[in-house]
């Protein structure tokens, strides 16, 4: 994993739409430590981006407001 790249990918990348950023962080997860050669496969990215309930949840009204 290259933290570098996921660094920049949280903090750097040009403005993407929140549904892209975890498939743009997995992305970043698999590159060489160059940011290069990432080749995770499309069933990987689906499993980083699944994560649509816990942004739900996260939004819901009971969520914690300190969490």
Excluded: K
């Amino acid at each position: 994993m290259s933290i570098e790249a996921v660094s920049w990918a949280l903090s750097d990348a040009p403005d993407v739409p929140p549904s892209c950023l975890a498939v743009l962080i997995g992305l970043a997860n698999h590159a060489h430590a160059d940011g290069r050669g990432a080749f995770p496969s499309q069933e990987r990215l689906a499993f980083y981006a699944a994560s649509r309930s816990a942004r739900s949840a996260m939004t819901s009204p009971n969520w914690p407001a300190s969490a």
